[in-house]
Each structure stands twice: as C-alpha cells, then as structure tokens.
C-alpha cells in the first residue's frame, strides 16, 4: 500500500536560545525534535541503496542547523523552519514536525510543552 511509508526521528535534543522572554534569548534551554518524513520507500526497500532513501543523517544535520543556527521567539516559527528546509532539500511528499520545550517558562508542574505542524509538498513557502 503506497503512501504510508514514513521514516521516524525521534527525541533529537539541542541545546539553543528559542523563546519570547528575554532570558531565554539569553540564557538558552533544550528543545527536542520529533519528525516524520513521509515518502515512497518501496524502491529503496527493493535496492538497498541509500541513493534511493532519503538519508536521515542529513536530516538530522538540516534540523540541528535549524534549531542552533538561529534564533526564533516562537517555537510555531522554528518548527515551520525545519518543515520548509527539510521539504525544499529532500525527496518526501510530506513531513510532521514537533518542537519540544521542556522547560518553557510556565508557573506550575508540567512534563512538557510542544508545538506539532504537518505540512506537504506543496505547502512550501
């Protein structure tokens, strides 16, 4: 069945300066990263070549770029940076993105907070 193939990232974790509240700009806290990248995976299934996957390596060093190289105030902003590159560099028809901010600036008890976006092909901006 075509069109559920997906390859998985998940719990990548960067330490970077994200956030509306100006100690965080300065301070800097971890973020975690889940995504999904969705694509026809039948060929490489029948090569074994990497030539014919998309390379979770260089995703993985197209988020880090993401998520250290710049800053952002919201996490709705980083999460859509990392669709867009992600969506402009590599061979899949859609991709989910989830931004983890475990330690957000929240008075009370909590695991998590995090922002999750899908968006497909043609969604690029």
């Known amino acids: 069945m075509l069109g559920h193939d997906v390859i998985h990232l998940r719990g990548l974790e960067f330490y970077a300066y994200h956030g509306a509240l100006p100690e965080e700009q300065v301070l800097g806290q971890r973020f975690l990263i889940d995504m999904d990248l969705f694509s026809d995976l ?51 028809t859609s991709v989910r993105v989830e931004v983890h901010k475990p330690q957000a600036p929240i008075p009370g008890i909590f695991r998590d907070v995090s922002v999750e976006i899908w968006r497909t092909a043609g969604d690029r901006v």
């Open 42 to 92: 039948s060929q490489a299934g029948s090569s074994d070549r990497v030539e014919d996957t998309i390379h979770y390596g260089e995703v993985y060093q197209v988020i880090k770029t993401c998520v250290t190289g710049e800053r952002h105030q919201l996490v709705e902003r980083l999460a859509e940076d990392i669709a867009q590159r992600v969506l402009r560099q590599f061979s899949c």
